[in-house]
């Protein structure tokens, strides 16, 4: 990237999830002329993770810069799921301004509303782009309506009595590269969204005055060059190569360090630097141990920045290293310090997250913002090599100061086909939700609003996905905690469970089918207390799925023939920790995930459910 800019712009990019955003930023680079010709540049560029490409969705926030007209853009893709709102919530702290994507159809969703609020609270400057209008079901009038309408509801509820309503409103098909002021307009590029982005809308990065260094610790890194690496914006004053500087950390033992090397972002790239000025974000090198919400400083002048704060998890689930009778068969790590070092990691750089020991040592609390973000912690842990179990997700629960119960609610909004919509709600009103909205999106789709406790969430997108034939859209905000409204069974039926150890076969799965469905295939192998299956019934069903068919001296036309068996649900980590309940484990290693009871031995335990 050319060093001839005049200007700086620090701008997040931010949606509801599967808006367009990460396509929006690829169109951003490619026609700002950020790449050479001769690169070969692949679709969804920022998503550079390994699970993020084969999801499809943004897990971690990721910066990038591109030159437009003499105007350095610090760019911020960020995820669009809400479990992800920590990445969010510090992603803002680093910029000046954010462009709203919002979908032509589906209109503001509750991410939408959740990064509205966070960046109306820190006073951002706002522009919003109405992307996907070439879908044949837009609804472009109604959504520009739906936004303004949410931008006075937010001014009202935050008490912003001076907030400027004069938003900028573009309208673009990401997909197709193009943007426009105008919807019946269609152009060929996606300058207007560039030219926004440098215009006197967006201000210069905020500053102090003065010469002495503050700069605050939004996210880390590592290379295996460098060493710990912390990235952040200058708040004040200048970085410099080689000078010593105080790391201010939450214990407030404020450490001397000595800066190795500066970094700014160039492109999808890192530039080194020998100083950098108030407004850049930089990445540097030469400081051990930094956390996100720390301050780096000037030694001279001690003066730490307020930290980093984003809301509290809402889930928290127990993980375990593995005591499976098939431990140790696929994994290289299988000790609690191993798993211990992971956690303590993944908190570093995920300020979302949570984690605190038990009274068995084996034995973890990992606490998150949902089921998806925990998920991906512990498909991050097998593809390292770890062999480890989780338990079923479970809301943390607070008292208020008359020693009641609360639970944390949720509102969920659901885009459905009408002729779903009676069992959504059938559904719905079991797991204690309450229905606050219904309308119609068209003719043949319908917008569901639904107050809900977040434990009645757990184990329903898979159910949901069912009841939609996959053609239904969920989202949910958090609500805060509300009075708990009474106990609830996680699953309705019962397990299937093995009673010994051996190889299943074919002849005995097929004489299981009547009683229920099975999770397994013939040739796995099997021990006493592991779960093979979803029962027809309430209860637990101990079986054996190792028998052999008996050989006899009988043969007649058919009788060999081979047990033609259904197919078996994806076992996937998230269908997973949807399905166990609370005395089943997920056992998790690099190329299985098998679900077992808790008390592996039947005699230890009631097939009975409470």
Not at 249 to 276: P, R
Not at 310 to 322: I, N
Not at 339 to 346: G, H, M, P, T, V
Request: aromatic share 6%; proline share 5%.
């Amino acid at each position: 990237m050319s060093k001839n800019y005049s200007k700086l712009k620090n701008i997040a990019v931010v949606a509801h999830v599967d808006h367009g955003k990460t396509t929006m930023v690829d169109c951003l680079l490619r026609q700002s002329n950020t790449f050479d010709e001769r690169e070969q540049i692949v679709e969804r560029v920022m998503d550079s993770g390994e699970i993020e490409k084969e999801r499809g969705i943004t897990i971690t926030a990721k910066n990038c810069a591109l030159v437009w007209k003499e105007t350095k853009i610090n760019l911020l893709d960020t995820p669009g799921h809400a479990d992800f709102g920590g990445e969010v919530e510090r992603s803002l702290m680093m910029v000046d301004g954010i462009v709203l994507l919002v979908d032509a159809s589906e209109g503001p969703l509750p991410q939408t509303r959740f990064v509205l609020t966070k960046a109306m609270e820190q006073n951002l400057k706002i522009a919003v782009v109405i992307n996907k209008i070439d879908r044949p079901d837009e609804r472009i009038e109604e959504v520009k309506n739906e936004i303004e309408e949410l931008f006075l509801e937010l001014a009202s509820m935050l008490n912003i009595t001076d907030f400027d309503l004069d938003i900028p409103i573009l309208y673009a098909s990401a997909r197709s590269g193009w943007a426009t002021h105008d919807p019946k307009v269609v152009r060929t590029d996606v300058h207007p969204i560039l030219d926004l982005m440098i215009s006197d809308f967006f201000p210069s990065p905020r500053t102090s005055e003065g010469p002495d260094l503050q700069l605050l610790v939004t996210n880390l890194s590592y290379s295996p060059y460098l060493g710990p690496l912390a990235i952040g914006r200058i708040q004040r004053g200048t970085i410099k190569k080689g000078a010593s500087y105080t790391l201010c950390d939450v214990d407030k033992k404020n450490k001397a360090s000595k800066i190795t090397a500066i970094q700014e972002f160039s492109a999808l790239a890192i530039t080194e630097v020998e100083s950098a000025d108030a407004g850049e974000i930089v990445i540097v090198a030469g400081i051990d141990n930094a956390k996100i919400g720390d301050t780096i400083v000037s030694t001279s002048k001690i003066e730490p920045l307020p930290r980093i704060t984003v809301e509290p998890p809402t889930v928290g689930v127990q993980v375990s290293v593995s005591t499976s009778p098939m431990s140790g068969q696929e994994g290289e790590y299988l000790t609690s310090r191993k798993l211990e070092e992971f956690l303590q990691d993944s908190i570093k750089t995920n300020v979302a997250l949570q984690y605190e020991g038990t009274d068995d040592p084996k034995v973890f609390i990992l606490k998150g913002r949902g089921e998806l973000q925990l998920a991906i912690v512990f498909e991050q842990l097998r593809r390292k090599g770890y062999e480890l179990m989780v338990g079923r997700p479970q809301v943390i629960f607070q008292t208020d100061e008359n020693g009641e119960r609360l639970e944390p609610f949720e509102k969920v909004v659901l885009d459905i086909p009408n002729e779903s919509t009676g069992a959504i709600t059938e559904r719905l009103s079991t797991r204690k939700g309450i229905m606050e909205n219904m309308m119609p999106l068209g003719e043949t789709r319908t917008r569901m609003v639904f107050i809900i406790p977040s434990r009645g969430l757990i184990g329903y997108r898979g159910i949901f996905l069912t009841d939609t034939r996959g053609a239904g859209l969920m989202s949910s905000e958090f609500m805060g905690y509300r009075p708990y409204t009474g106990d609830m069974l996680g699953r309705q039926n019962g397990a299937l469970v093995s009673d010994r150890a051996g190889k299943m076969t074919p002849y005995a799965l097929y004489n299981l089918l009547s009683s229920g469905k099975q999770f397994v295939k013939p040739g796995e192998m099997t021990y006493e207390g592991m779960v093979i299956g979803e029962a027809t019934r309430p209860n637990d069903l101990v079986l054996n799925c190792v028998r052999e068919k008996h050989l006899t001296s009988v043969r007649t036309a058919g009788k060999d023939e081979q047990p033609i068996l259904p197919p078996i649900v994806n076992r996937t980590l998230e269908w997973a920790l949807d399905w166990i309940d609370n005395d089943e484990w997920v056992e998790i290693t690099p190329q299985s995930i098998r679900i077992r009871k808790k008390e592996l031995q039947g005699n230890k335990r009631s097939v009975k459910r409470s």
